[in-house]
């Protein structure tokens, strides 16, 4: 019986503690807490781990990324050079850009909304098919008369005694490009004409460019100068890539015996081939096996030389250099040697040759020699005149 007791008592102290432990909420609460705290403590230690793992997950997906991104720039720049092999009418777009329109949204009828009030556009048609995008601008005495005008009075405008500069510009852009536009400013404010085109496939010219096609629009409006001016002063002008086609073109003239009055080159080189080479978007090619077959050959393939020393071996006129020591698209080196080609041509002989440096803590770069304040000086001592302001 005791036994028996016991076993009661024992089931009784059981229940009743099970019963004291439902109905208290206080050690109910105690209880469970107990286990969170457990929980957290287990979550607090796997934490710590995990973040490790991941982070060693993040730090392999962003190398991970890097390296495809790399083997992705290593990629293209092995297949350039194949591509540019392969197609070598992109060279000859490389070469050109005529289809960077820098302005953008200028309207090349109007020059007026360049500031140049005093201008006159029009267009010629040098070859059938290929009409071509003429700007005038009259010198700065003629302005107030040029209101207003219409093309014939530009035209007999050609008659005054002023000078007549045919300016050739280069690459990319148009004729109303901003570098462009202020030379021509300050030409006009010097009392020269100055008339200036987009070869064809510039600007809004028709036609698509080569060598061949910018040197003979060239050589038709010097002639068509040539027959409204008569015997009045005509001067050549060239800018980057222009002074190749000028120095094709004043080639042409002089081997028929009628050069031009002068000839003037801004930032000049002296062939496409050493100009190409030397041209800092070939600079990360150039150490590359094979740069000259790749690039330089190609550019030949596309018929496309611009000699200008070459060129020098046949000039017979004055020639006049005009280059930054800082510019960084047609190095100073080029427009140096080709100073030096010039003034060894037998062609040249009694003409004067004349090379002006312009210092590179200047700024003037590739594009700003219009603004030197010395330029007036430099043509009028080079030309032999004085102009009409001074």
Known sequence: MRKRNNSLTVDHDSSATNTILDTNPNLKYCHKKGEDSESEDLLASVDPVSDKIMGRYRRFGIKSRLKRILLLALGVYIAI?????LCPSIQAKLVFLNFVRVPYFIDLKRP???????????????????NIGVWHTVPARLWRDAQEKDRAWYDSALKSPYPVILYLHGNAGSRGGDHRVQLYKVLSSLGYHVVTFDYRGWGDSEGSPSERGMTSDALFLYHWLKERIGKKPLYVWGHSLGTGVATNLVRHLSDRGAPPEALILESPFTNIREEAQSHPLTMVYRLLPGFDWFFLDTITVNDIRFASDENMGHIS?????????????????????????AAQSQSLTGHKVQFIPFPGNLGYKHKLIYSSPELPHILSDFLGTAHPHE
């Open 81 to 85: 050079p194949f591509i540019i092999k």
């Open 112 to 130: 007026q909304d360049q500031g140049l009030n005093h201008t006159c556009n029009f267009y010629l048609q040098p070859e059938e098919a290929a």
């Open 317 to 341: 006129c004055p020639v006049l250099i005009l280059h930054a020591e800082d510019d960084t698209v047609v190095p100073f080196h080029l427009g140096k040697k080709l100073y030096s080609i």
